[in-house]
């Protein structure tokens, strides 16, 4: 297992690599395709992208598809399939949990998810993203999160670590159209709950499961 997660993870990096200046295209067919009855489905967070004149910048999540970056407000998956998730979140700070329960992983296989640390790649290394340390995680320090993918309706609650590459796996095994949603207050406003928090294609959206 734990071989097969290092070549996800330096797969992921590689073809991330001079994507975040490039175009960012709308999102109407499914991320990925099934292989061997396995689906993959590759995310990415990127900070400070350009909000709007008040806001300013925000964090976004990305669909990573075919070496492009597409809008995250809908992401599709098929049921009844092993989903293998990986996260390479580019943000370098925490922010504050909406509430503890979301620093515990929740809805993945085993109940855990793997966190390689200070690994996400950019074009200065990423021919040497080799993960030298990794964590199996059934939770995160609360006070080092800096998102969390989370799908309430499916208990699919993944916590995401700063600078780092998340892999986990899940099952959907209902189809339908479902809330996914970042529970770390990492937007605008007094409580972080404005701009990219309330915004489709930023820190929420809509996971079809077909």
Known sequence: ???????VIILVGGAS???LAGNVIGHTQPASTTTEGVYSL???VQHGIYFNASVGNQPAFYVLQNGT????????IPSNTLIDLTVVCYDNGPSPLENARYANVT???GGYE???NSTSPNGMNASKVVPTYFQKATALNASNIAHTFTIPQLNLNIPLEPISTTFAQ???NQTGSFLWQCFAECGSGPLGQNGAMETPGWMMGTV???
């Open 170 to 172: 899940f099952y959907a």
């Open 42 to 44: 590759e995310l990415i």
């Open 107 to 109: 809805g993945t296989v």
């Open 69 to 76: 970056l597409e809008n995250s407000s809908m992401i599709y």
């Open 208 to 210: 079809v499961v077909y």
């Open 17 to 19: 690599v001079g994507l």
């Open 114 to 116: 793997y966190v390689f």
């Open 1 to 7: 297992m734990t071989y097969s997660i290092l070549i």
